[in-house]
């Protein structure tokens, strides 16, 4: 699977998409990522890709163009595209969407800024609305990194054991590990009597509980 990244700033991903799980996903080939950036795109001498907005408003808006181009160059005559354009309006974004995404070759990852990105590119390009959270960021950046881990690890190889993703087995939101009694600050924490006490159905029975 090939995510296609448009960002003014590539170089935010470098650190999280080096590391872990996704890095080696990218390392061993169960996922691709590349980037293109609008201002190399922009036909500007001095490489702008921002204008004031028509009817007024603060900030700037991010050229219709330079964004075109650069999704022209990443995707070409590619069959089986899909395109996101991060908003907080847009649909919600959840695991049920990460899996119906899977079955795209190629995802496309519109991250704006300043005062988002000339509403034409949405239009053209049919790129759906989505949205991670009710909140607004300062960019698409961290949208884009939420997707690609959300989709990426739904992809056999990704995890190594499909049933590492959480979702789709029965896990409680409480997990434990050794020591079985952790003592902190002269206070004794145990584990749940029933995770050490081998009956497993009693043990899914729990976790099914705390998942609810």
């Known amino acids: 699977m090939h995510f296609h990244i448009i960002t003014l700033f590539p170089e935010a991903f470098d650190s999280y998409f080096k590391a872990s799980i996704i890095g080696r996903a990218i390392k061993e080939g169960n996922i691709k990522v590349s980037f293109y950036n609008p201002r190399d795109f922009s036909r500007d001498s001095h490489k702008r890709v921002d204008r004031k907005p ?4 603060p900030g700037m808006v991010m050229e219709a163009e330079p964004v075109l181009r650069a999704v022209e160059k990443a995707i070409g005559k590619k069959k089986g595209v899909k ?3 991060f908003t907080p309006s847009g649909k919600q974004f959840s695991n049920t969407y990460a899996d119906s995404l899977t079955k795209y070759k190629h995802v ?4 704006g800024r300043y005062e988002g ?6 239009k053209i390009l049919k790129a759906e609305e989505i949205s991670v959270g009710p909140y607004t960021l300062t960019g698409g950046e ?3 990194m939420a997707v690609v881990d959300a989709v990426a690890r739904r992809i056999p190889g990704v995890l190594g054991d499909e049933l590492s993703v959480e979702e789709r087995r029965v896990a409680g939101k409480d997990v434990y590990t050794r020591p079985e009694v952790l003592t902190w600050k002269r206070k004794k924490y145990k584990v749940p009597e029933v995770l050490t006490s081998g009956h497993h159905k009693e043990i899914e029975k729990w976790k099914a509980r705390k998942k609810r």
């Open 54 to 57: 028509y009817g007024g408003g």
């Open 83 to 85: 395109g996101l354009f």
């Open 108 to 111: 496309v990852l519109l991250s």
């Open 117 to 122: 990105i000339d509403a034409r590119v949405r």
């Open 142 to 144: 961290l949208p884009a």
